[in-house]
Protein backbone atom coordinates (compact mmCIF):
# COMPACT_ATOMS: atom_id res chain seq x y z
CA UNK A 1 0.00 0.00 0.00
CA UNK A 2 1.31 3.30 -1.06
CA UNK A 3 0.54 5.65 2.20
CA UNK A 4 0.29 9.33 1.43
CA UNK A 5 3.18 11.60 1.47
CA UNK A 6 1.06 15.04 2.23
CA UNK A 7 -2.13 16.00 4.82
CA UNK A 8 -4.41 16.65 2.10
CA UNK A 9 -3.52 13.02 0.67
CA UNK A 10 -3.85 11.76 4.13
CA UNK A 11 -7.38 13.26 4.78
CA UNK A 12 -8.44 12.44 1.17
CA UNK A 13 -7.81 8.73 2.60
CA UNK A 14 -9.59 9.06 5.89
CA UNK A 15 -12.71 10.45 4.06
CA UNK A 16 -13.06 8.32 1.43
CA UNK A 17 -13.18 5.07 3.91
CA UNK A 18 -16.75 3.72 4.83
CA UNK A 19 -17.78 5.31 8.05
CA UNK A 20 -20.58 3.21 8.93
CA UNK A 21 -19.19 0.09 8.36
CA UNK A 22 -18.83 -3.00 10.56
CA UNK A 23 -16.93 -2.11 14.02
CA UNK A 24 -13.72 -4.06 14.77
CA UNK A 25 -13.90 -5.29 18.23
CA UNK A 26 -12.46 -3.24 21.30
CA UNK A 27 -9.86 -6.25 21.81
CA UNK A 28 -8.72 -5.29 18.28
CA UNK A 29 -8.33 -1.72 18.87
CA UNK A 30 -6.53 -2.81 22.55
CA UNK A 31 -4.47 -4.58 20.27
CA UNK A 32 -3.39 -2.46 17.83
CA UNK A 33 -3.07 0.42 20.59
CA UNK A 34 -0.27 -2.19 22.29
CA UNK A 35 0.91 -2.42 18.79
CA UNK A 36 1.34 1.53 18.59
CA UNK A 37 3.61 1.13 21.74
CA UNK A 38 0.39 1.82 24.23
CA UNK A 39 0.66 5.74 23.53
CA UNK A 40 -2.23 6.19 25.87
CA UNK A 41 -0.47 4.77 28.91
CA UNK A 42 0.86 7.72 31.43
CA UNK A 43 -1.51 10.33 30.01
CA UNK A 44 -4.26 11.44 32.25
CA UNK A 45 -7.18 11.00 30.38
CA UNK A 46 -10.82 12.34 30.90
CA UNK A 47 -13.50 10.15 28.91
CA UNK A 48 -16.56 11.57 28.16
CA UNK A 49 -19.73 9.84 26.92
CA UNK A 50 -23.52 11.13 26.69
CA UNK A 51 -26.12 11.90 24.01
CA UNK A 52 -25.77 16.49 23.72
CA UNK A 53 -23.27 18.86 25.52
CA UNK A 54 -19.89 15.92 25.04
CA UNK A 55 -18.20 18.61 23.22
CA UNK A 56 -18.80 21.49 24.76
CA UNK A 57 -18.20 20.14 28.13
CA UNK A 58 -14.61 18.21 26.46
CA UNK A 59 -13.77 22.30 25.34
CA UNK A 60 -14.52 23.57 28.80
CA UNK A 61 -12.47 21.09 30.37
CA UNK A 62 -9.79 21.28 27.88
CA UNK A 63 -9.29 25.52 28.61
CA UNK A 64 -9.78 25.02 32.56
CA UNK A 65 -6.70 22.55 32.99
CA UNK A 66 -4.76 24.39 29.58
CA UNK A 67 -5.31 27.98 31.74
CA UNK A 68 -3.67 26.32 35.12
CA UNK A 69 -0.85 25.40 33.21
CA UNK A 70 -1.60 21.44 32.11
CA UNK A 71 -0.87 20.48 28.80
CA UNK A 72 -3.58 19.11 27.70
CA UNK A 73 -4.55 16.87 24.01
CA UNK A 74 -8.70 17.31 23.14
CA UNK A 75 -10.10 14.39 20.89
CA UNK A 76 -13.67 15.45 19.89
CA UNK A 77 -15.95 14.47 16.80
CA UNK A 78 -17.43 15.30 14.46
CA UNK A 79 -15.31 17.93 12.72
CA UNK A 80 -17.29 20.80 10.60
CA UNK A 81 -14.97 22.11 7.90
CA UNK A 82 -11.17 19.99 8.49
CA UNK A 83 -10.78 16.75 9.93
CA UNK A 84 -7.91 18.35 11.95
CA UNK A 85 -10.43 20.00 14.21
CA UNK A 86 -10.73 16.69 15.98
CA UNK A 87 -6.90 17.00 18.02
CA UNK A 88 -5.98 19.90 19.78
CA UNK A 89 -3.70 21.06 22.45
CA UNK A 90 -4.60 23.62 24.56
CA UNK A 91 -6.91 25.57 22.15
CA UNK A 92 -4.95 25.29 18.79
CA UNK A 93 -5.39 22.62 16.23
CA UNK A 94 -2.51 19.92 15.72
CA UNK A 95 -0.04 21.14 12.28
CA UNK A 96 -0.45 19.30 9.19
CA UNK A 97 2.56 17.59 9.81
CA UNK A 98 1.61 16.23 13.05
CA UNK A 99 -1.35 14.55 11.68
CA UNK A 100 0.29 13.08 8.51
CA UNK A 101 2.44 12.01 11.17
CA UNK A 102 -0.10 10.30 13.17
CA UNK A 103 -2.00 8.89 10.27
CA UNK A 104 1.63 6.93 8.94
CA UNK A 105 2.51 5.99 12.24
CA UNK A 106 -0.58 3.84 12.52
CA UNK A 107 -0.97 2.92 8.79
CA UNK A 108 2.96 2.02 9.40
CA UNK A 109 1.58 -0.46 11.90
CA UNK A 110 -1.28 -2.14 10.20
CA UNK A 111 0.53 -4.91 8.68
CA UNK A 112 1.81 -5.98 12.29
CA UNK A 113 -1.50 -5.49 13.42
CA UNK A 114 -3.10 -8.08 10.28
CA UNK A 115 -0.47 -10.54 11.26
CA UNK A 116 -0.83 -10.44 15.43
CA UNK A 117 -4.07 -10.70 15.38
CA UNK A 118 -4.59 -13.17 12.40
CA UNK A 119 -6.83 -11.30 10.28
CA UNK A 120 -5.48 -10.54 7.04
CA UNK A 121 -8.61 -8.35 6.26
CA UNK A 122 -8.28 -5.76 9.42
CA UNK A 123 -8.21 -2.32 8.63
CA UNK A 124 -9.34 0.04 11.47
CA UNK A 125 -12.98 2.32 10.52
CA UNK A 126 -13.26 5.49 9.49
CA UNK A 127 -13.39 6.48 13.60
CA UNK A 128 -10.81 3.70 14.84
CA UNK A 129 -8.52 5.06 12.98
CA UNK A 130 -8.50 9.03 13.84
CA UNK A 131 -8.82 7.81 17.33
CA UNK A 132 -5.40 5.40 17.35
CA UNK A 133 -4.10 9.05 14.97
CA UNK A 134 -5.06 10.85 18.21
CA UNK A 135 -3.37 8.56 20.92
CA UNK A 136 -0.19 8.73 18.99
CA UNK A 137 -0.23 12.55 18.10
CA UNK A 138 -1.11 13.34 21.62
CA UNK A 139 2.12 10.71 22.65
CA UNK A 140 4.58 12.80 20.08
CA UNK A 141 2.98 16.13 21.62
CA UNK A 142 3.98 15.28 25.12
CA UNK A 143 0.62 16.01 26.94
CA UNK A 144 -0.34 15.45 30.54
CA UNK A 145 -3.76 15.22 30.01
CA UNK A 146 -6.10 14.14 27.50
CA UNK A 147 -9.98 14.95 27.18
CA UNK A 148 -11.77 12.16 25.17
CA UNK A 149 -14.71 12.42 23.55
CA UNK A 150 -16.51 9.31 22.63
CA UNK A 151 -17.92 8.57 19.67
CA UNK A 152 -21.14 6.47 19.11
CA UNK A 153 -22.41 5.36 22.69
CA UNK A 154 -19.96 4.44 25.13
CA UNK A 155 -19.69 0.26 25.87
CA UNK A 156 -18.46 -0.41 22.45
CA UNK A 157 -17.32 2.94 21.34
CA UNK A 158 -12.89 2.43 20.14
CA UNK A 159 -12.29 5.21 22.56
CA UNK A 160 -13.10 2.47 25.46
CA UNK A 161 -10.00 0.76 24.81
CA UNK A 162 -8.38 3.05 27.16
CA UNK A 163 -8.25 1.27 30.79
CA UNK A 164 -7.39 3.70 32.92
CA UNK A 165 -8.65 7.01 32.48
CA UNK A 166 -8.69 9.35 35.93
CA UNK A 167 -12.15 10.36 35.30
CA UNK A 168 -15.45 9.63 33.56
CA UNK A 169 -18.29 12.17 32.82
CA UNK A 170 -21.92 11.40 31.03
CA UNK A 171 -23.18 14.35 29.81
CA UNK A 172 -27.21 15.19 29.18
CA UNK A 173 -28.75 12.11 27.92
CA UNK A 174 -31.81 11.78 24.87
CA UNK A 175 -33.01 9.90 22.32
CA UNK A 176 -30.51 9.58 19.27
CA UNK A 177 -28.40 6.32 17.88
CA UNK A 178 -31.41 4.58 18.75
CA UNK A 179 -30.71 1.72 16.40
CA UNK A 180 -27.48 1.17 18.02
CA UNK A 181 -28.09 2.32 21.44
CA UNK A 182 -31.45 1.19 22.29
CA UNK A 183 -35.17 2.66 22.71
CA UNK A 184 -35.29 3.46 26.09
CA UNK A 185 -33.33 6.31 28.11
CA UNK A 186 -32.52 3.56 30.27
CA UNK A 187 -30.89 1.20 27.28
CA UNK A 188 -29.21 4.24 25.94
CA UNK A 189 -27.96 5.46 29.76
CA UNK A 190 -26.38 1.48 29.83
CA UNK A 191 -25.08 1.87 26.46
CA UNK A 192 -23.48 5.39 27.88
CA UNK A 193 -22.54 3.66 31.58
CA UNK A 194 -20.64 1.14 29.66
CA UNK A 195 -17.36 3.50 30.25
CA UNK A 196 -17.18 3.19 33.66
CA UNK A 197 -14.34 1.82 35.24
CA UNK A 198 -13.57 0.14 38.66
CA UNK A 199 -11.86 2.61 40.97
CA UNK A 200 -12.52 5.64 39.18
CA UNK A 201 -15.42 8.33 39.71
CA UNK A 202 -17.96 9.19 37.53
CA UNK A 203 -19.63 12.57 37.18
CA UNK A 204 -23.43 12.95 35.37
CA UNK A 205 -26.00 15.16 34.47
CA UNK A 206 -28.64 14.42 37.07
CA UNK A 207 -31.63 15.74 34.82
CA UNK A 208 -33.80 12.15 33.51
CA UNK A 209 -34.16 10.14 36.72
CA UNK A 210 -34.22 6.97 34.14
CA UNK A 211 -30.92 7.91 33.04
CA UNK A 212 -29.65 8.65 36.61
CA UNK A 213 -31.03 5.71 38.27
CA UNK A 214 -28.80 3.41 35.47
CA UNK A 215 -25.52 5.08 35.97
CA UNK A 216 -25.71 5.01 39.65
CA UNK A 217 -26.77 1.05 39.87
CA UNK A 218 -23.64 1.16 37.37
CA UNK A 219 -21.10 2.95 39.71
CA UNK A 220 -23.11 1.06 42.76
CA UNK A 221 -22.04 -2.32 41.21
CA UNK A 222 -18.38 -0.87 40.30
CA UNK A 223 -18.14 0.85 43.91
CA UNK A 224 -17.46 3.98 42.59
CA UNK A 225 -18.21 7.45 43.49
CA UNK A 226 -20.59 8.81 41.05
CA UNK A 227 -21.45 12.89 41.42
CA UNK A 228 -24.73 14.28 40.42
CA UNK A 229 -25.33 17.55 38.54
CA UNK A 230 -28.53 18.97 38.98
CA UNK A 231 -29.93 21.95 37.13
CA UNK A 232 -30.58 23.90 40.31
CA UNK A 233 -26.91 23.28 41.42
CA UNK A 234 -26.62 26.82 39.23
CA UNK A 235 -28.87 29.37 38.07
CA UNK A 236 -28.81 32.40 35.77
CA UNK A 237 -27.93 35.84 36.75
CA UNK A 238 -28.15 38.27 33.61
CA UNK A 239 -28.99 37.27 29.91
CA UNK A 240 -27.61 39.35 27.12
CA UNK A 241 -27.47 39.07 23.22
CA UNK A 242 -23.74 37.94 23.35
CA UNK A 243 -23.32 36.29 27.08
CA UNK A 244 -25.02 34.30 29.57
CA UNK A 245 -24.00 35.43 33.40
CA UNK A 246 -24.80 33.07 36.00
CA UNK A 247 -23.86 31.81 39.56
CA UNK A 248 -22.58 28.18 40.84
CA UNK A 249 -21.51 26.12 44.35
CA UNK A 250 -18.06 25.26 44.06
CA UNK A 251 -16.87 22.68 46.04
CA UNK A 252 -13.42 24.82 47.08
CA UNK A 253 -14.74 28.42 47.04
CA UNK A 254 -18.50 28.23 47.45
CA UNK A 255 -20.93 30.52 44.83
CA UNK A 256 -18.48 31.84 42.14
CA UNK A 257 -19.80 34.49 39.53
CA UNK A 258 -19.04 32.65 36.32
CA UNK A 259 -20.15 34.35 32.29
CA UNK A 260 -19.68 32.50 29.15
CA UNK A 261 -19.35 34.09 26.21
CA UNK A 262 -22.64 32.69 24.17
CA UNK A 263 -26.42 32.73 23.80
CA UNK A 264 -26.82 29.65 23.99
CA UNK A 265 -28.49 28.69 27.50
CA UNK A 266 -27.44 24.96 27.52
CA UNK A 267 -23.85 25.68 27.95
CA UNK A 268 -24.71 27.09 32.11
CA UNK A 269 -25.38 22.94 32.02
CA UNK A 270 -22.43 21.88 30.49
CA UNK A 271 -20.09 24.02 32.47
CA UNK A 272 -21.00 23.25 35.27
CA UNK A 273 -20.45 19.22 34.76
CA UNK A 274 -17.05 20.69 33.57
CA UNK A 275 -16.77 22.18 36.92
CA UNK A 276 -18.09 19.38 38.79
CA UNK A 277 -15.45 17.24 36.71
CA UNK A 278 -12.35 19.44 38.04
CA UNK A 279 -13.01 19.10 41.22
CA UNK A 280 -12.63 15.10 41.26
CA UNK A 281 -9.16 15.35 39.70
CA UNK A 282 -5.95 14.88 41.57
CA UNK A 283 -5.04 18.35 40.60
CA UNK A 284 -8.15 19.64 40.91
CA UNK A 285 -7.33 21.78 44.08
CA UNK A 286 -4.75 23.23 42.75
CA UNK A 287 -6.67 25.36 40.34
CA UNK A 288 -7.64 28.73 40.92
CA UNK A 289 -11.12 30.03 41.30
CA UNK A 290 -9.77 32.61 38.45
CA UNK A 291 -8.51 30.52 35.97
CA UNK A 292 -11.71 28.72 36.07
CA UNK A 293 -13.22 32.07 35.56
CA UNK A 294 -10.88 32.74 32.90
CA UNK A 295 -10.80 30.13 31.23
CA UNK A 296 -14.68 29.50 30.74
CA UNK A 297 -15.12 33.08 29.83
CA UNK A 298 -12.23 32.87 26.82
CA UNK A 299 -13.61 29.24 26.03
CA UNK A 300 -14.88 29.17 22.17
CA UNK A 301 -16.52 25.45 21.04
CA UNK A 302 -18.01 25.99 17.37
CA UNK A 303 -21.09 25.27 15.91
CA UNK A 304 -22.98 25.88 19.21
CA UNK A 305 -24.96 29.02 18.94
CA UNK A 306 -21.87 30.67 16.92
CA UNK A 307 -22.71 34.09 15.33
CA UNK A 308 -20.81 33.24 12.14
CA UNK A 309 -21.98 37.22 10.87
CA UNK A 310 -23.80 39.85 12.33
CA UNK A 311 -27.13 38.68 13.35
CA UNK A 312 -26.28 35.03 11.77
CA UNK A 313 -26.35 32.12 14.38
CA UNK A 314 -24.64 28.15 13.26
CA UNK A 315 -26.04 25.47 15.94
CA UNK A 316 -25.32 21.46 15.82
CA UNK A 317 -29.20 20.63 17.27
CA UNK A 318 -29.84 17.71 15.63
CA UNK A 319 -31.88 15.49 17.83
CA UNK A 320 -35.21 16.51 20.07
CA UNK A 321 -33.37 17.48 22.99
CA UNK A 322 -31.16 19.22 21.16
CA UNK A 323 -33.47 21.75 19.48
CA UNK A 324 -35.12 21.80 22.50
CA UNK A 325 -32.48 23.65 23.92
CA UNK A 326 -32.26 25.00 20.60
CA UNK A 327 -35.64 26.84 21.31
CA UNK A 328 -34.73 27.59 24.52
CA UNK A 329 -31.85 29.86 23.75
CA UNK A 330 -33.69 31.49 19.96
CA UNK A 331 -36.74 33.01 22.88
CA UNK A 332 -33.82 34.62 24.72
CA UNK A 333 -32.34 36.42 21.57
CA UNK A 334 -34.17 39.60 21.95
CA UNK A 335 -34.61 39.84 18.48
CA UNK A 336 -36.62 43.02 17.41
CA UNK A 337 -37.10 41.71 13.90
CA UNK A 338 -37.81 38.80 12.30
CA UNK A 339 -36.38 35.00 12.75
CA UNK A 340 -35.53 33.05 9.46
CA UNK A 341 -34.70 29.76 9.23
CA UNK A 342 -32.23 27.47 7.92
CA UNK A 343 -32.67 23.74 7.90
CA UNK A 344 -31.71 20.59 6.80
CA UNK A 345 -31.19 17.01 8.64
CA UNK A 346 -29.89 13.59 7.92
CA UNK A 347 -31.92 11.09 7.41
CA UNK A 348 -31.25 8.45 10.57
CA UNK A 349 -32.39 11.22 12.14
CA UNK A 350 -36.03 11.74 13.89
CA UNK A 351 -36.90 14.50 11.59
CA UNK A 352 -40.09 15.02 11.74
CA UNK A 353 -39.65 14.91 15.36
CA UNK A 354 -37.63 17.78 15.58
CA UNK A 355 -39.68 20.03 12.81
CA UNK A 356 -42.27 19.64 15.24
CA UNK A 357 -40.44 21.03 18.06
CA UNK A 358 -40.01 24.10 15.65
CA UNK A 359 -43.32 24.36 14.34
CA UNK A 360 -44.78 24.21 17.81
CA UNK A 361 -42.33 27.02 18.61
CA UNK A 362 -44.12 29.65 16.48
CA UNK A 363 -40.70 31.86 16.52
CA UNK A 364 -39.33 31.57 13.25
CA UNK A 365 -40.98 34.02 9.98
CA UNK A 366 -39.73 32.01 7.17
CA UNK A 367 -37.79 28.60 6.96
CA UNK A 368 -35.77 27.58 4.58
CA UNK A 369 -35.34 23.50 3.78
CA UNK A 370 -31.92 22.71 1.60
CA UNK A 371 -30.37 19.74 1.41
CA UNK A 372 -26.89 18.46 1.97
CA UNK A 373 -24.07 16.90 0.43
CA UNK A 374 -23.80 13.86 2.83
CA UNK A 375 -25.42 10.52 1.52
CA UNK A 376 -27.73 10.35 4.47
CA UNK A 377 -28.85 13.62 3.35
CA UNK A 378 -32.70 14.06 3.10
CA UNK A 379 -34.39 16.12 0.27
CA UNK A 380 -35.53 19.15 0.43
CA UNK A 381 -38.76 18.35 -0.72
CA UNK A 382 -39.15 15.65 1.81
CA UNK A 383 -37.91 18.06 4.69
CA UNK A 384 -40.61 20.77 3.48
CA UNK A 385 -43.71 19.15 2.96
CA UNK A 386 -43.11 18.29 6.84
CA UNK A 387 -43.37 21.97 7.69
CA UNK A 388 -47.26 22.25 6.10
CA UNK A 389 -48.45 25.16 7.88
CA UNK A 390 -45.27 27.53 8.01
CA UNK A 391 -43.99 29.37 5.50
CA UNK A 392 -41.39 27.51 4.03
CA UNK A 393 -39.50 27.25 0.91
CA UNK A 394 -37.06 24.64 -0.43
CA UNK A 395 -33.42 25.20 -2.55
CA UNK A 396 -31.65 22.36 -3.05
CA UNK A 397 -27.94 24.34 -1.83
CA UNK A 398 -26.95 25.64 1.65
CA UNK A 399 -24.98 28.41 0.05
CA UNK A 400 -27.05 29.59 -2.43
CA UNK A 401 -30.18 29.57 -0.01
CA UNK A 402 -27.71 31.47 2.63
CA UNK A 403 -26.82 34.11 0.23
CA UNK A 404 -30.24 34.55 -0.58
CA UNK A 405 -31.91 35.34 3.08
CA UNK A 406 -28.68 37.25 3.75
CA UNK A 407 -29.44 39.72 0.35
CA UNK A 408 -33.13 39.96 2.02
CA UNK A 409 -31.99 40.12 5.99
CA UNK A 410 -32.54 43.42 7.40
CA UNK A 411 -30.27 44.41 10.68
CA UNK A 412 -32.90 43.75 13.24
CA UNK A 413 -33.63 40.14 11.79
CA UNK A 414 -31.89 37.04 13.23
CA UNK A 415 -31.04 33.80 10.67
CA UNK A 416 -30.46 30.83 12.31
CA UNK A 417 -29.12 27.74 11.00
CA UNK A 418 -29.95 24.30 12.60
CA UNK A 419 -31.01 20.69 12.25
CA UNK A 420 -27.77 19.21 11.12
CA UNK A 421 -23.88 19.28 12.25
CA UNK A 422 -23.27 18.61 8.69
CA UNK A 423 -25.31 21.47 7.41
CA UNK A 424 -23.33 23.62 9.94
CA UNK A 425 -20.20 22.19 8.68
CA UNK A 426 -21.20 23.11 4.87
CA UNK A 427 -22.66 26.81 5.59
CA UNK A 428 -19.09 27.25 7.54
CA UNK A 429 -16.97 26.11 4.81
CA UNK A 430 -18.77 28.72 2.42
CA UNK A 431 -18.22 31.46 4.95
CA UNK A 432 -14.36 30.60 4.85
CA UNK A 433 -14.16 30.26 1.36
CA UNK A 434 -16.37 33.96 0.83
CA UNK A 435 -13.81 35.14 3.08
CA UNK A 436 -10.90 33.94 1.46
CA UNK A 437 -11.98 35.20 -2.05
Not at 24 to 36: A, V
Not at 102 to 112: C, I, N, P, S, Y
Not at 219 to 245: C, P, Q, R, W
Request: charged share 30%.
Amino acid sequence: MELADTYEKAEQYISEMPKFTKKNSLDDTKLFLEILGSPEKGKKIIHVAGTNGKGSVCAYLCSILTKAGHCTGMFTSPHLVEMRERFRVGQTLVAKERFLQGFLAVMGKLEEMRETSGKPEYHPTFFELLFLMGMVIFREERVEYIVLETGLGGRLDATNAVQKPVLTVITSIGYDHMKYLGNTIGEIAGEKAGILKPGIPVVFCDKRREASEVIQKRAGTLGIKAIGVKSEEFFYNKLTNKSIDFFMYSLYYGYIRLKLATIALYQAENAAIAIRSMEQLPDGRSIRREQIEEALEETFWEGRMEEVLPGVYVDGAHNEDGMRAFIRSVETDGCRGKRHLLFSAVGDKDYEGLIGILKNSRLFAEVVAVGIHDIRGIEPERLAGCFEGMNCRLMADAAEALYDLLSRKREEDFIYIAGSLYLVGEVKAWLRRKSDD
